[in-house]
């Protein structure tokens, strides 16, 4: 079956440059067994016209022109209505600021606007209109609210020299799209799921601790794509600033030894464990029961550590063969190599393996890039892009591990 057999994509062309290569976009969503409709802005229409769009596609395509006329239609909404996925492409910057700011004063505004389905921005614009705080911070808005934004590529631009903001080719979109979970298929019904996030706290005494860079953003993801995939989840975690998604059952841990105790009591009730926390793999010998002062005569602490408890070794010994185990590797060098040392050592289904030495990344952002690796040896990079889409298509894997 093609990727986007009997599916519905509403295309939205806005006025870029790149906009001639929508009409090939189009074409290739069309072998991909989708039925294709085009919104065009007037802009895009400067630079190619609806009747292309409506011979590629053999469907009416809708502009401003033909918006509020009085027939007693209601264009937009009809559009939105029909529509099983919306791909803005290309996408300039004015008008992911419109869809950002939940503007509406256009057909293509107001069709986004009133779209409840699944939304995909691919940008294009120059790299400095790319690169300005205003674009970030509207990309960063759009993803908050769920929707997918393609990075663009960095390669010659109309202007004449090379930066990002270039628009993807058509069959680079058409890729990207097919790794994303877009249709919310229950592919985890009926399952239960244990996420562990967060960074682990090991106290030295009443005031201090130590803990893992982690802001525990990547374990609540995956808690809320897994029950919107179907999935009974609890969700162990560390302190964190976040809000669990509502309906997951929560369960506050702080040290290592807690998530181990939580963990192991739990696993068995569990078809499946994703283990995105940042476990501190040391703890202090002994925690001092007030405050360690600072004094004139101390100018050096010496502190001694010992190894926490696995807790993947540990689930290791009592899983069943009818579960599904996932762990997730922060690595600075030699992210591959050591992924797949921990994978076997664990003995996991799968393991998510992340280059945290990358400062556009991993602790503390919105975003990641991370490889997937398989006991079999596959391994499968995903594309720099935000955690909520990287959850998903985690689910969506540990859904196909279970098959």
Request: charged residues 20%.
């Amino acid at each position: 079956m093609a990727m986007f057999e009997e599916k519905h994509i509403t295309l939205t062309v806005s006025g870029s440059v790149a906009s001639y290569k929508a009409a090939t976009l189009a074409r290739e969503l069309q072998r991909a067994g989708a039925t294709v409709r085009v919104v065009l802005t007037a802009s895009a229409a400067k630079f190619v016209t609806a009747a292309t769009f409506a011979a590629l596609t053999k469907q009416p395509v809708l502009t401003d022109d033909g918006w509020w006329r009085a027939d007693g239609q209601i264009s937009h909404i009809e559009l939105a209505d029909w529509t099983d996925l919306a791909l803005a492409a290309p996408a300039s910057a004015n008008l992911m600021a419109q869809f950002a700011n939940g503007l509406a004063d256009d057909v293509a505004s107001a069709t986004w606007l009133a779209t409840a389905a699944p939304k995909v921005v691919v940008p294009a614009m120059n790299t400095h209109m790319w690169q300005a705080p205003a674009t970030q911070r509207n990309r960063r808005q759009l993803t908050a609210d769920g929707v997918h934004v393609l990075l663009p590529a960095t390669g010659p631009l109309a202007e004449g020299y090379s930066g990002q903001g270039r628009f993807l080719e058509p069959a680079e979109i058409v890729r990207q799209l097919a790794q994303l979970p877009l249709f919310g298929a229950q592919t985890l019904a009926g399952k239960r799921v244990l996420v562990t996030a967060g960074g682990t706290r090991e106290r030295l005494d009443p005031v201090r601790f130590l803990t893992n860079d982690s802001s525990g953003k990547m374990g609540y993801a995956v808690a809320a794509a897994a029950q919107q995939a179907g999935a009974t989840v609890t969700l162990i975690t560390a302190p964190t600033k976040l809000t669990a998604p509502a309906g997951v059952t929560v369960v506050p841990i702080q040290s290592t030894t807690d998530l181990a105790q939580a963990v192991l009591e739990r696993f068995p009730a569990n078809d499946a464990l994703v283990m995105a926390a940042a476990v501190a793999d040391f703890q202090p010998v002994a925690v001092a029961d007030q405050k360690i002062k600072k004094t004139p005569a101390n100018d050096e602490f010496i502190l001694k550590l010992k190894k926490t408890p696995d807790i993947l070794k540990a689930v290791a010994k009592i899983k069943r063969a009818d579960q599904v185990t996932v762990g997730f590797a922060a690595e600075t060098q030699n992210v591959l190599a050591n992924g797949e040392k921990k994978l076997q050592s664990k003995h996991l289904d799968m393991l998510v393996a992340n280059d945290v030495s990358r400062a556009d990344i991993g602790f503390n952002g919105d975003e990641n890039q991370v490889t997937f690796i398989l006991p079999n040896g596959v391994t499968d990079q995903t594309p720099k892009t935000s955690k909520k889409v990287i959850a998903r298509v985690l689910v969506d894997r540990v859904a196909q591990l279970f098959k």
